[in-house]
T-cell receptor
Framework: DGGITQSPKYLFRKEGQNVTLSCEQN?????MYWYRQDPGQGLRLIYY???????QKGDIAEGYSVSREKKESFPLTVTSAQKNPTAFYLC???????????FGEGSWLTVV | GESVGLHLPTLSVQEGDNSIINCAYS??????FIWYKQESGKGPQFIID?????DKRQGQRVTVLLNKTVKHLSLQIAATQPGDSAVYFC???????????FGTGTRLKVLA
C-alpha cells in the first residue's frame, strides 16, 4: 500500500525529554515536510527537505530537529527546548518541492 | 485525540443539498491552490486543485472556482452526504517556491 506512514499515533512527553516522531513514505517522493497543527490555526511549517541529506528550517523550527539520511524517511525530534510541544504533527511529501503535497495520518504529542 | 478544529466557522447543510465552502487567499502572487478534507483525528486528504490559468475545475461531485480579482476560492460539493462531514481548508502556493499557506478551515456538518 503506497503512502505516508507516521508513528506513533499518540505520544506523551515528560518535561525535559526529547521525543522522536517517525515518518516514512514509499511514494518515491523527493520532498518531505513537517507541519504542526494547533486548534483554530492553519498548518505551520516546521522543517522541510527537498532531497536526501538536505533540509531547511520552516517558520517554527525552534525546539525541533530533523534528519534526512534516506529518501523515504524524515524523522522529527521534539526537543526539551520546545516549550509548548502539545499539538498534532503532520508529515507530508511531494514529488518535488513545487508539487502537490500529500499528508500522513498525523501524530498527537502531549506533554505530561 | 483532541480536535484541531474547535473554534472553526461551521457550515451546516441538509443531506442531499449542495455545499459551498469559501476561502479568501492572501497572496496575489499565488498561482496554485488545493482543497483538503480533514476528518477528526486524521491527516488532511487531497480533494482537488486548480492553477491560476483556470477559473473552474471539476472533479467527482466537487467543483473548485477561482476568482483572482478578489482573491477568492470556493469548493462546491454536490449532493452532500454524511461522509462529507469534516473540516475543509484551502492551501495556496506561488510557483518556484516550496511554501504553502494554509487556511484555518471550515467545519462542514451534514444533517440527516
Amino acid at each position: 500500500d503506497g503512502g505516508i506512514t507516521q508513528s506513533p499515533k499518540y505520544l506523551f512527553r515528560k518535561e525535559g525529554q526529547n521525543v522522536t516522531l517517525s515518518c516514512e513514505q514509499n511514494l518515491n517522493h523527493d520532498a518531505m515536510y513537517w507541519y504542526r497543527q494547533d486548534p483554530g490555526q492553519g498548518l505551520r511549517l516546521i522543517y522541510y527537505s527537498q532531497i536526501v541529506n538536505d533540509f531547511q528550517k520552516g517558520d517554527i523550527a525552534e525546539g525541533y530537529s530533523v534528519s534526512r539520511e534516506k529518501k523515504e524517511s524524515f524523522p522529527l525530534t521534539v526537543t526539551s527546548a520546545q516549550k509548548n510541544p502539545t499539538a498534532f504533527y503532520l508529515c507530508a511529501s511531494s514529488i518535488n518541492s513545487g508539487n502537490t503535497i500529500y499528508f500522513g495520518e498525523g501524530s498527537w504529542l502531549t506533554v505530561v | 485525540g483532541e480536535s484541531v478544529g474547535l473554534h472553526l466557522p461551521t457550515l451546516s447543510v441538509q443531506e442531499g443539498d449542495n455545499s459551498i465552502i469559501n476561502c479568501a487567499y492572501s497572496n496575489s502572487a499565488s498561482d496554485y491552490f488545493i482543497w483538503y478534507k480533514q476528518e477528526s483525528g486524521k491527516g488532511p486528504q487531497f480533494i482537488i486543485d486548480i492553477r491560476s490559468n483556470m477559473d473552474k475545475r471539476q472533479g467527482q461531485r466537487v467543483t473548485v472556482l477561482l476568482n483572482k480579482t478578489v482573491k477568492h476560492l470556493s469548493l462546491q460539493i454536490a449532493a452532500t452526504q454524511p461522509g462529507d462531514s469534516a473540516v475543509y481548508f484551502c492551501a495556496e502556493k506561488t510557483s518556484g517556491t516550496y511554501k504553502y499557506i494554509f487556511g484555518t478551515g471550515t467545519r462542514l456538518k451534514v444533517l440527516a
